[in-house]
């Protein structure tokens, strides 16, 4: 009869035969073989011979169902062998191998690369370059609103296609960045157009993005920049893809635009040969393009695909720039950190008590103890103010930094000197203000003085925005500065600066009788409203210039701007009189020069004297 198998053994393995040793008979290491020895005093026994010398796969087996506990060494917590140690883990660059670089900060920011581009957006895309080629290369006008038209819907259509939907924000900073787009459209000057067109630009860029914090809303403005490179590959590849699936439709598009445009061609030069008003109105909508034009048509071919493929891939997978945090600063003693700022405060009241007096009135004992007119008073103070105001913008940061808000005293603290600052610093920006006023009205208004004043409204209204973030919470307040800067950038350029300029200059004429035509010839076509008012000879020789730029422009409809129309039906209507020979000589006041003796351009001279910007 066979003996039944042990406990401890494996019951998924066949029973061992009667002549096999049990599992506690098994054979013991060599190290251990001293414990099962015969003592010397104890005759020897007759050995039986070992499982392992009869079946060397019995002795495995066996040794392999032998409890851990039947061997001595093994139950010896001294005599128990270390556990082996183990290698490190092979580098994953290899031995020889640089270490692998982690993730960036930024690359962390990145989502998951988009589907390759579907053909709505690949078409809008293509109507974006053709456009760009086409119209921008003969000014700016209403031609930015068209060639914008198709590079917003191909991101809208890569929005739908990513599953990401409009929200109040992002449509936001969409509309204002259309908006102003059209102020080249409706202006001639180029500074406000240049202010325009990167606003546009940044707003348009924090509309793909969505963009809330403080570092989404400065790096978001320009992050469309970032899309470039990837923006191309994501084009290319979506090209790639519906060109391998679609071949007999992409030859079909292709036969029928070559007959679309063979036909319009023929048709269109047989109806231009036979009536001449046909010819001139397809001469103005159609673009002159020729061949010398080539390499600059291909340039802005290029930059408008490259524009509309960043912004369509933008809109697909924006890089979260609100993931980037700032870590704040460590929190100071209420003391270490008040005390200043309520110092600084002290030194703002103090100044501004004075500048009240002058405002309400007391400049006469100011004048006394300084010595100086109303324009040299002005000048000598208002740039400093606006630096000031600039300053103390910076001052706030770093106070928001360092400021314990542990407690609800804390927070108290916070308010109120901060806030008293900005309420004093919101009085030192009505006191630049008031300067200059006070030198706009001695010396007549120009294109950098009320660019500066106009910052310093904007500034202003800064101040009263971080007011409301004291109120009302801070959570609003990068978007809110950023439109801000949006609205103000747009109102200056509908306001026509230089519309204004001249403005004022013609009814200071029509007061004091002195002007500066020299100035004045500068200004843009927005000026020729206001410049048509003055009398001759001032008239003419004011708006020579102008006019004569006017005749020389060959811009088409696309590219000339309301402006320049209104400004060329004046000119049209009235035009200059007066040839340069009149012109030449007239003094800044009106008059020829020496016929006022001691006089030559007294007004330039003053402007000369007092007048640094």
């Not at 790096?219 to 490179?229: A, E, K, Q, T």
């Not at 405002?359 to 010595?371: D, I, N, P, Q, S």
């Not at 006019?547 to 811009?555: H, I, K, N, P, W």
Request: hydrophobic share 50%; with cysteine; glycine share 8%.
């Amino acid at each position: 009869m066979s003996e039944e198998p042990s406990e401890l053994s494996d019951p998924s393995e066949p029973s061992e035969p009667s002549g096999a040793s049990k599992p506690s008979e098994a054979a013991e290491p060599a190290g251990a073989s001293t414990a099962a020895e015969p003592s010397a005093d104890r005759p020897p026994t007759p050995q039986q011979p070992s499982p392992a010398a009869a079946s060397p796969a019995a002795a495995t087996q066996a040794a392999a169902a032998t409890p851990a506990a039947a061997s001595p060494v093994a139950s010896s917590p001294r005599l128990q062998a270390p556990p082996p140690r183990q290698a490190p883990p092979p580098h994953p660059g290899g031995p020889w191998q640089p270490p692998v670089k982690r993730p960036s900060a930024t690359a962390r920011l990145r989502p998951a690369a988009p589907p390759p581009a579907p053909p709505a957006v690949l078409a809008a895309v293509l109507a974006t370059a053709v456009l760009s080629a086409l119209l921008l290369g003969d000014g700016l006008g209403v031609n930015l609103l068209i060639v914008a038209a198709p590079a917003a819907l191909a991101a809208a259509f890569a929005a739908r296609d990513a599953g990401r939907r409009l929200r109040p924000w992002t449509a936001t900073w969409a509309v204002g960045g259309l908006a102003l787009l059209a102020v080249p459209a409706l202006r001639d000057a180029g500074w406000p157009t240049f202010l325009a067109v990167v606003s546009a630009f940044a707003l348009g860029s924090l509309a793909l993005h969505g963009s809330r914090s403080w570092p989404g809303v400065l790096i978001g403005s320009v992050g469309l920049l970032d899309s470039i490179g990837p923006g191309v590959r994501w084009g290319w590849r979506g090209v790639r893809e519906r060109a391998d699936g679609s071949r007999g439709r992409w030859a079909t598009a292709v036969r029928t635009t070559a007959v679309a445009l063979a036909l319009l061609v023929v048709f269109g030069t047989l109806f231009a040969s036979a009536d001449a008003a046909f010819a001139d109105l397809l001469g103005r909508l159609i673009p002159d393009v020729s061949i010398v034009d080539g390499p600059w048509r291909t340039f802005l071919f290029l930059v408008g695909l490259v524009g509309a493929l960043a912004s369509a891939r933008t809109a697909a997978a924006p890089v979260r720039w609100d993931g980037l945090t700032v870590t704040p600063g460590k929190p100071r003693a209420r003391m270490e950190w008040a005390l200043p700022l309520i110092v600084l405060n002290l030194l703002f009241a103090a100044f501004i008590t004075l500048q009240l007096v002058v405002l309400l009135g007391g400049y006469e004992k100011v004048r006394e103890a300084t010595g100086l007119d109303h324009a040299q008073y002005a000048r000598q103070g208002f740039w400093q103010l606006l630096w000031a105001t600039l300053l103390t913008l910076l001052v706030i940061a770093l106070a928001l930094r360092w400021a314990p808000r542990g407690s609800a005293r804390d927070r108290t603290l916070v308010r109120a000197v901060l806030g008293t600052l900005c309420v004093l610093t919101l009085v030192v920006v009505a006191s630049a203000l008031r300067r200059m006023d006070l030198y706009v009205d001695e010396y007549g208004l120009t294109r950098l003085r009320i660019s500066v004043a106009a910052m310093e409204l904007w500034l202003g209204t800064v101040f009263v925005l971080i007011l409301a973030a004291g109120v009302f919470g801070a959570r609003f307040l990068p978007r809110a500065i950023a439109v801000s800067a949006g609205a103000a950038v747009l109102a200056f350029g509908l306001i026509s600066p230089d519309a204004v300029v001249a403005e004022q200059n013609v009814r200071r004429f029509e007061d004091r009788g002195s002007i500066d035509l020299a100035y004045l010839r500068d200004l843009s076509a927005d000026a020729v409203p206001a410049l048509d008012r003055l009398p001759e000879p001032q008239r003419s020789c004011a708006l020579r210039t102008v006019q004569g730029e006017l005749r020389g422009s060959d811009s088409p409809w696309y590219a000339t701007s309301w402006g320049e129309a209104r400004a060329a039906e004046i000119l049209r209507e009235r035009p200059v009189t007066v040839d340069r020979a009149t012109c030449y000589g007239l003094g800044t006041d009106g008059v020829r020069e020496g016929e006022r003796e001691g006089e030559q351009g007294g007004y330039e001279r003053d402007r000369d004297e007092y007048d640094p910007y």
